[in-house]
């Protein structure tokens, strides 16, 4: 019954163009034709605990049922992130304005809310005159669909207030200027290094995997938003294979597409910094025993950005190609 409330769930909020142009490209590889790819699909989701979509981008058409047994899906991870992070205290993840005060001895970037704005007149003026660009978000938005990115010289700080009442922002940050060779591989975002963690019952600590999302040509970097994710090796911080889209039209990419800086082989700098900060913080509330770390690397070192309750199952699983449900067993 609750697998049905999941397929259920899934087609309220099916991106329906979507689908059909997974279906369409489908049909083109494979020959299968759409009355099958829908009964296979069903079957699967309810099998499987995976939504339609995902039928597509865990490649399930050509998977053995073994193989698809492997694979984490939305509905699996519904229930071990609940598990992991129990509503009642991951607020301190939800709110990114909670979480920058809990954190913010690993943050390099200031923050500031909407309230804080109104509280203090003054605040508007500082900011305009020390920012070249602000970053203005939803405190609670996600997939980087509430981000907008705005040069000062286009704001005034009499109406800063106003703007961002009207524009449905409560916060707003500091733009981080990232490395160089981030910058170099590609300019249009800050590309951030995605790590998830766990934390078992008895407290050890596992790194579940290490990702590199790569804007592309967009003003964030997330996959959902047409971007790339690449897997990082955990010792080394070297990229060790392609970038991926979660669209399933689009190959793999080995360069970048737009600046052609090579992907694979990338290292990331200040790695084992990296690596150091996020365990440190991931023990820091244990409470939240499972998050996915953004993070900005700069010039002067790693800072972080936000923790995610709700990491994405995609840009954890579809960079390296196969299903990791297993990873999942140390909780």
């Known amino acids: 019954m609750k697998r049905l409330i999941y397929l259920a769930y899934h087609f309220q909020r099916m991106n329906w163009p979507l689908l059909r142009r997974f279906m369409r490209h489908t049909r083109t590889q494979s020959g299968m034709s759409s009355g099958r790819q829908v009964a296979a699909f069903l079957i699967d989701s309810l099998r499987y605990n995976i939504s339609p979509l995902e039928w ?8 053995s049922p073994d193989q698809k047994s492997t694979w984490a899906g939305t509905g699996t991870m519904y229930e071990f992130q609940r598990r992991m992070n129990p509503p009642p205290v991951r607020e301190i993840l939800n709110d990114k304005r909670i979480f920058r005060q809990a954190y913010c001895e690993f943050c390099r970037h200031g923050l500031w809310s909407l309230d804080e704005l109104k509280e203090e007149p003054r605040l508007a003026e500082r900011l305009l005159a020390e920012h070249d660009k602000l970053v203005f978000k939803d405190a609670t938005g996600n997939c980087g669909t509430s981000v907008r990115i705005v040069s000062t010289v286009e704001l005034a700080a009499d109406n800063l207030v106003g703007w961002m009442d009207a524009q449905g922002y409560d916060m707003v940050e500091g733009f981080i200027e990232q490395h160089s060779d981030l910058q170099a591989l590609s300019p249009s975002a800050v590309n951030t290094v995605r790590i998830f963690t766990l934390l078992d019952e008895q407290g050890s600590y596992h790194v579940l995997g290490c990702r590199l999302r790569i804007s592309v040509d967009s003003p964030v970097d997330n996959l959902a938003a047409g971007n790339l994710a690449a897997p990082i090796d955990q010792t080394t911080g070297t990229v060790n294979g392609p970038g991926i889209y979660s669209d ?13 800086v090579p992907i694979e082989g990338f290292q990331i700098p200040f790695w084992q910094e990296t690596i150091q900060m996020v365990e440190k913080a991931s023990r820091l509330h244990p409470q939240n025993r499972s998050i996915g770390w953004d993070v900005a690397i700069t010039a002067d070192g790693p800072g972080l950005i936000e923790g995610n309750h709700d990491w994405c199952k995609l840009v954890w699983q579809l960079p390296v190609g196969r299903g990791l449900r297993s990873r999942l067993g140390a909780a």
């Open 56 to 63: 597509y981008q865990f490649g399930f058409v050509s998977l």
């Open 248 to 260: 399933i039209t689009r190959d793999s990419e080995t360069v970048h597409p737009v600046t052609r």
